[in-house]
């Protein structure tokens, strides 16, 4: 399918602009799609499939609004008032008259006449009024929308063509709390309130520093930042030292939009109000959300459709200012509850709002896709989930060897079982670093018609394997030898329903996304990852290297054996995060990222490490000896060579 896709990107200083450079990353691996940032005058529609406009209310969609008039398509109304941008269009242009036939066009004979009064410098332009979105809804041939809102909106404003509502993309971003906190010269404990975005009146500043000043005189340490472009017409660094706040208030003003992610996971708690609305969405809401931060927002328009329990909603009445103080109050005095809403916040998006499936939903309304489930992880993982009798990994276990490595590894293939996805008799599974210890399950109990296993070898070769259980039931496999680094598998693309690379990735020395690569091509579409590999991250890792010592599971060289041969040894181990990253790079969507137990061993009392952890608000989940992940396949390889691992 090919898109034209129409919007400003960056460096425009537009939260639209951010959005629409985050979902063309995910779009192009579902179509193929050319982005407009500027005006095409030759543009030619002929040439695609779908035309995708994303218009927002200022000067930066200019030249979307006007090609969209030209070429109708599929209109992104991310606002319901367009008056600035029609303002700009006309008025900024001076062309007067344009602008008093777009007034008279939208809101009639009242409009123009008041358009009249604008022109005469007796008022300014009605920018909360008349809407100027008639003409635009009137050539477009489908909209899109982020909330209920915007589609009744819509409605009301007589649009009456297809209207989906797709939801704001919400970034899952990583900073470094800490280190910006260092930056503004805050200790680990000291609250810390932040505001962002264009420093308009709107958003409620003033209402919120006069809240802020009665948090300051329960909690002297309090502090605020206030990052974005300031308005020009808002008195702010004035009204701050009015308010004698200038002690506990920093002006930080525009950031590139790595600071301005890195001040905002210093925050503890994020202020997004706002009134008036016209429908917006805010990135800068989905980016707190996502970082898991306590947030407020004002209970107007699209935002009162966030559920209750991941954000506190102020309404905009007379005890706005008194209920803005009260929650400030409670979060800084419980930072608990902070944590604790964060928390649910950042589940709430990664499910709802992740990226990859807002880019589906929009090839599915472009016409290039069938209907997506509404949350496709949740249909991604079969219902049924296989639990392991215990004696199932120990029965197939040969001799004295095997029975050793079984019964220290127990919790982890064990665990392991439960988390691949069940087969049926037309499924084939592909075990990696086959040891044949849970290979018969995957036929005997996960119900797979075909079963394969492969190893390290010279390519070509095939191992007939054969291993009896403790009761008698004998299981034949074939193993296919090649080198996984470097070797094409010996398997047609889209033969496997799954595939299992389990305690292997962790050996490889050279190009691991050779082997993530391959497991791709030969995974039917919508098949399943599943990738287990200790955790260099773990509380056993942290309490060793903040005591001096390598932090690695298996990070010593092995001795030969007395035949010479050596075992192939740890040579790179994987943080939770890394295995994430390294899924998504490989065309794969992440079902499931979990941690737990490796060996059956004793371990020694981590309370210290998680204490220090929370202290330091660091994250104390994921914090298990042995990796445990299962990746969907949602399209092809996204980065062959991804700069986190490669240099």
Not at 83 to 107: C, M, Q
Not at 481 to 492: N, T
Not at 586 to 615: A, M
Request: charged share 25%; hydrophobic share 40%; proline share 7%.
């Amino acid at each position: 399918m090919r898109i034209a896709f129409f919007s400003p990107l960056p460096p425009a200083r537009s939260g639209i602009a951010d959005y629409s450079a985050t979902l063309l990353e995910h779009l192009q691996h579902l179509a193929q799609v050319t982005s407009f940032a500027e005006a095409s005058p030759g543009f030619d529609p002929s040439g695609f499939d779908a035309l995708l406009y994303h218009i927002g209310n200022n000067g930066h969609h200019a030249f979307v609004y006007e090609t969209a008039l030209r070429h109708p398509g599929v209109v992104v109304m991310h606002e319901s008032n367009l008056h600035h941008l029609i303002a700009d269009l006309t008025i900024r242009r001076g062309d007067w008259d344009a602008y008093l036939r777009e007034a008279e066009y939208s809101g009639g004979p009242e409009a123009l006449a008041f358009a009249r009064r604008v022109q005469a410098l007796e008022a300014g332009p009605d920018y909360e009024g008349v809407a100027m979105t008639r003409r635009l809804l009137e050539s477009a041939k489908a909209l899109i929308v982020h909330s209920n809102f915007m589609v009744e909106e819509m409605r009301r404003a007589g649009f009456t063509g297809p209207v989906t509502r797709i939801p704001h993309g919400a970034w899952i971003p990583r900073v470094d709390r800490q280190g910006y906190r260092h930056r503004l010269g805050l200790e680990e404990t000291i609250p810390l309130v932040g505001l962002f975005g264009f420093l308009k009146p709107y958003k409620r500043i003033a209402e919120s520093l006069r809240a802020f000043r009665r948090v300051v005189r329960l909690e002297p340490r309090a502090r605020m930042i206030l990052v974005g472009e300031e308005h020009p017409d808002f008195p702010l660094r004035s009204l701050i030292r009015t308010l004698g706040l200038s002690a506990n208030v920093r002006v930080i003003g525009f950031t590139p939009i790595e600071d301005f992610t890195g001040y905002m996971g210093a925050c503890d708690i994020v202020l997004n109000l706002r009134y008036p609305t016209v429908g917006e969405s805010s990135g800068s809401l989905l980016r707190a959300l996502g970082l898991g931060k306590a947030v407020l927002v004002s209970e107007v328009g699209s935002f009162q459709e966030f559920p209750d329990e991941i954000c506190l909603k102020v309404p905009v009445d007379a005890a706005e200012e008194d209920l803005i103080f009260e929650y400030l109050n409670l979060l800084v005095s419980r930072p608990d509850v902070a944590r604790e809403m964060g928390a649910r916040a950042r589940a709430w998006v990664e499910k709802e709002c992740n990226w990859d499936l807002v880019a589906r939903r929009y090839v599915e309304v472009l016409g290039g896709a069938q209907p997506c489930p509404a949350h496709p992880e949740a249909a991604a993982m079969p219902a049924a989930v296989y639990l392991p009798a215990p004696e199932e990994v120990t029965q197939w276990a040969s001799d004295d060897e095997s029975r050793s490595y079984v019964e220290a590894h127990k919790t982890r293939l064990e665990k392991t079982l439960e988390i691949i996805p069940p087969g049926d008799p037309g499924d084939r599974i592909l075990e990696m670093g086959a040891y044949l210890q849970i290979t018969p399950a995957l036929k005997s109990r996960l119900g797979y018609g075909e079963v394969r296993g492969c190893y390290y070898g010279p390519q070509g070769m095939v191992d007939q394997r054969t291993v009896v259980s403790e009761a008698g039931e004998r299981f034949d496999c074939d193993i296919d030898l090649f080198d996984a680094e470097k070797d094409r598998f010996p398997y047609a693309d889209q033969c496997f329903s799954t595939v299992l690379c389990c305690e292997l990735i962790e050996h490889l020395s050279t190009d691991p996304m050779h082997l993530m690569c391959e497991v791709n091509r030969i995974l039917k579409p919508g098949g399943h990852f599943v990738l287990t590999t200790p955790n260099i991250a773990g509380l056993r890792g942290a309490a060793a290297i903040l005591q001096g010592y390598h932090p690695g599971f298996f990070h010593a060289y092995l001795r030969p054996s007395d035949g010479g041969a050596v075992d192939a040894r740890h040579n790179r181990e994987y943080a939770p995060r890394e295995i994430h990253q390294l899924l998504e790079n490989s065309g794969f969507s992440v079902t499931l990222l979990d941690t737990g137990p490796f060996l059956e061993e004793p371990r020694p009392e981590y309370g210290w490490v998680v204490h220090l952890l929370e202290r330091y608000q660091l994250p104390s989940h994921l914090r298990g000896d042995g990796i445990y992940a299962v990746g969907r396949k949602t399209g092809a390889v996204r980065e062959r060579y991804p700069s986190w691992l490669y240099s």
